[in-house]
């Protein structure tokens, strides 16, 4: 079996839950690289920047329907309108002017996504996410007044060593809006995640090995 397929598989026997979605994160790595993950048959893939994105999966997408791509980086507002036209998920919604502008090229295309509302749970002024404090007025905007379909939240928690106690902070806020997806969990600390209910990890280096 190829490494990475056994990689993929360990991990997964450590989950032993099918409806966790693992997102296998292919950033840096090309696509010969990823592709024994995608012959044995695993769909979900997460990259950091739209224009890596666009050079390694545009081709693949059309001739895959089922793959399916997340952007779990910072999206810039001017990478708008080819995340949409590319992605099926988005994990890092975290201001008013990036949520308009995902909403007018969704109705420009007819296309719907998926978000996660980014929030920054340590409040650390070198990460981006909504503020906890205007988290609940940023989701009515995006689902009441802009039509965004908002399925739950997202965050990186702060290397602190209390990974737990931020996991368990998102965890609540997701249960206080009423939503039932939760991204957080990344390859050193996916467990402890799914402690606190996450339903989508975002794995990379356990998968693929350390990058250079």
């Not at 010969?32 to 050079?55: C, M, R, T, W």
Request: glycine letters at 6%; charged letters at 20%.
């Amino acid at each position: 079996m190829n490494s990475i397929v056994q990689s993929f598989e360990n991990i997964k026997s450590l989950i032993n839950n099918s409806n966790i979605k693992i997102v296998a994160v292919s950033k840096t790595y090309t696509y010969d690289y990823v592709k024994p993950l995608v012959d044995h048959g695993h769909i979900h893939f997460g990259e950091n920047k739209v224009q890596e994105a666009q050079s390694k999966w545009i081709d693949i997408k059309k001739n895959s329907q089922n793959i399916i791509l997340h952007m779990i980086g910072k999206l810039q507002s001017n990478k708008a309108k080819e995340a949409v036209n590319l992605f099926d998920y988005i994990h890092s919604l975290d201001s008013q002017k990036l949520a308009n502008l995902l909403s007018k090229h969704e109705n420009a295309v007819q296309k719907k996504l998926k978000y996660f509302i980014q929030v920054n749970v340590g409040n650390e002024k070198q990460k981006s996410g909504i503020g906890i404090d205007v988290l609940d007025d940023f989701y009515y905007y995006c689902t009441k007044e802009l039509n965004i379909n908002v399925i739950g939240l997202m965050a990186i928690p702060p290397n602190d060593g209390n990974e737990g106690i931020h996991f368990k902070h998102l965890m609540e806020l997701n249960k206080s809006l009423g939503l039932k997806e939760l991204s957080m969990g990344m390859s050193g600390d996916f467990q402890q995640a799914l402690k606190y209910e996450a339903t989508f990890l975002r794995i990379g280096s356990s998968i693929f090995g350390n990058r250079a």
